[in-house]
């Protein structure tokens, strides 16, 4: 382990101390217990960290243990493989010590680029799961066995407005993943809520979601389905929703659908589709991580607001990580 290692790994607990200490009062204010506490900060260290305070066994209370999520991206030139594990090494044992967190309780993941439905597949069968809190809600994250724990901290405040705006509406959540948004329109009182995504698995974990926060209701449903060909269906029965979110990956090839997606030209398509299901005066909030997205308002007939601002937390520093909009139906059409 070279001089350079060891300063960057003193830097990275200096600037980890600092954040957690910044980010403290406001996430004990907010009931937030998952948030991330260092998000690339330094360009040497390139690592995505996730603080998990408090998570709990699926089963009864049980002991509550912190855990932390290191997520280790691509490098803009080669390191050895031997000599990155061992770098990665130290700065999973600086976090740990720097954040109190036992060092068999510190996860890594390498992030790399992915295609299709890759980036979701499962990576090992530890199955380390956890229950962790977030706005008096519970969530099942697991640690051990897919790329991402289950829950993407940055959808935070978004869920929270949905939860805000979902009493007494229909709720439409595409590409559902582990069900977060669902959850937190049922706990704001949707009249129904529809979860829709391609993988059993993942419709499975959402089920599982509302299960323990117990907001089982026959009027909540899961449906396994390619989103386009869900949509065309529901159109075609003039099914309506008052509250849709569409958080599409940026790219899917799976075996299972006839054609493959690409959020950066088939966005409007998909837009288009969804305001085909919205109800008048409802709306869609609509989101994407693809940094090469090209938006135009041009290309979408509802009244569009950007809302990407303010739909990302304190705890994440890049600030482009993700965009969302809301498009508002409306009873009459808006262009010609």
């Known amino acids: 382990m070279g001089p350079q290692d060891l300063r960057q790994a003193e830097y990275l607990g200096n600037r980890l101390g600092k954040n957690e200490k ?26 995505a960290i996730e603080l998990f305070r408090e998570t709990r066994p699926l089963g009864g209370d049980g002991e509550a243990v912190d855990c932390l999520v290191l997520a280790l991206y691509e490098r803009p030139y080669d390191k050895e493989a031997a000599e990155e594990e061992a770098w990665l090494a ?35 069968s530890l199955g380390f799961e956890r229950k962790v809190e977030e706005g008096g809600l519970s969530f099942i994250v697991n640690f051990t ?28 959540n595409l590409f559902a993943y582990t ?27 959402a089920a599982r979601n509302l299960a323990i926060n117990g907001l089982e209701n026959p009027a ?24 849709i979110v569409c958080d599409p990956p940026t790219f899917s090839n799976s075996s299972s659908v006839e054609s493959d997606f690409d959020v950066n030209r088939q966005w409007p398509d998909l837009i288009a589709a969804c305001l085909g299901v919205l109800a008048p005066d409802g709306s869609l909030f609509f989101s994407s991580n693809s940094r090469r997205l090209r938006w135009s308002d041009d290309l979408v007939e509802a ?3 950007d809302i990407s601002e303010s739909c990302l937390p304190p705890d994440f520093r890049d600030r482009r990580i993700r965009r969302t909009w809301r498009l508002r139906g409306s009873p009459d059409p808006v262009k010609s």
């Open 22 to 47: 910044r980010l403290r009062k406001w996430a004990r204010r907010e009931g937030v217990k998952a948030f991330r506490v260092y998000d690339n900060d330094i360009p040497e260290i390139p690592l």
């Open 90 to 124: 130290l700065m999973a044992r600086t976090s740990a010590e720097a954040l109190a967190v036992p060092l068999d309780r510190v996860f890594l993941r390498r992030r790399r680029r992915q295609k299709g439905l890759s980036q979701y597949e499962r990576d090992r």
């Open 145 to 172: 066995d897919y790329l991402d724990t289950g829950l993407f901290l940055d959808h935070r405040p978004t869920r929270a407005l949905v939860r805000a705006e979902a009493e007494g509406r229909r709720f439409l």
């Open 179 to 205: 069900g977060s948004f669902s959850v937190y329109a049922a706990a704001g009182g949707a009249s129904e809520v529809t979860s829709v995504d391609l993988s059993t698995t993942y419709l499975s974990w």
């Open 220 to 243: 909540h449903s899961f449906v396994k389905s390619d989103v386009r060909a869900f949509l065309a269906k529901a159109a075609g029965n003039g099914r309506k929703w008052d509250l």
């Open 303 to 305: 009244r569009v607001e």
